[in-house]
């Protein structure tokens, strides 16, 4: 490790099969803290390159627990985090729109790192219980719609990296893996990066899957459509910009869209748009969310997608969703 972190500190790109096994050895134990914390720094003050990120991906992949949805035509709604915008929980919201819309989702999630709220959070503070039992899941997504994976109980390998990265308290590039690691292989995916260099890299490596996909980035910087102005999209078939005006919505101020403080003030945020008594701002960036998402695996466009999405919330169908799981869960 000490060659590795000599190198990188010189502004060297190290190669996807040295990402690889660094990581593959961080999941043995081989390094100590302070070596991985320096590791993890690094990437702070540098870019990553496609190689590494790849390599970094492909390890996480290997080493993870895989459940089996292929039953299920399952799309994933994950962001990377890190833009430090703490918004609500958006794209959490927008998967149980989605799951409401009839769209299966497999959400993959984790404890906020860098923000006070992650999706994992809000979820067990509102009584869902994670599991990675595949029969629990599989009926999870069956009755629901929708099953949350929550990432700890997939990636055990990771376990030398959670205390670690809690401790930092920044993004750091778990972030950008975060959801390209979903450990059931979901053939489509809306996934928000925290930059437009971060879109790039996503749009290169996934043009060599099979995934129907699109990846995104707020160019005011958030990792998710915010509405505050323009989003650029990309998927498997064009690269695009999206702005308000397109969904014939209003734009919004980053104060419409803020999120709690706390997780009781998030999941409280969270429970209110759910029941209906969202603020209109709140709405329709959730709903811009999961209509992105449900016109990428329906192949609508994306002004369809909302329509459904609102239906979904308004009609109480993701709240039914969401009630379903808890229930489910708690078996």
Known sequence: MKAIINRLINYEKISKAEAKEVLVNISKGIYNNSQIASFLTVYMMRSISVEELDGFREALLELCLPINLSDFDTVDLCGTGGDGKNTFNISTLASFVTAGAGVKVAKHGNYGVSSSCGSSNVLEFLGIKFTNEESKLQR?????????LHAPLFHPAMKN?????RELGVKTFFNMLGPMVNPSFPKNQ????????????YSYLYQNTD???AILHDLAGYDEISLTGKTKVITNFEDKVVQPDNLNLS??????IYGGTTVRESAEIFVNIL???GSQAQNNVVCANAGLA???????????????????LLGK???ASFKKLQELSNW
């Open 190 to 201: 809306m996934v928000g990066v925290f930059n437009l260099e971060l879109a790039r890299m």
């Open 161 to 165: 990296v959670g205390p670690i990265r």
């Open 251 to 256: 734009q919004l101020n980053a104060d419409d």
């Open 317 to 319: 169908k993701a709240q």
């Open 211 to 213: 995934k129907n996909y």
């Open 275 to 277: 029941n209906g008594s």
């Open 140 to 148: 999870e997504i069956d009755q629901a719609g929708i099953c949350f």
């Open 294 to 312: 449900i016109a990428t695996v329906n192949k609508v466009s994306h002004q369809e997608g909302f329509y459904l999405a609102q239906d979904a």
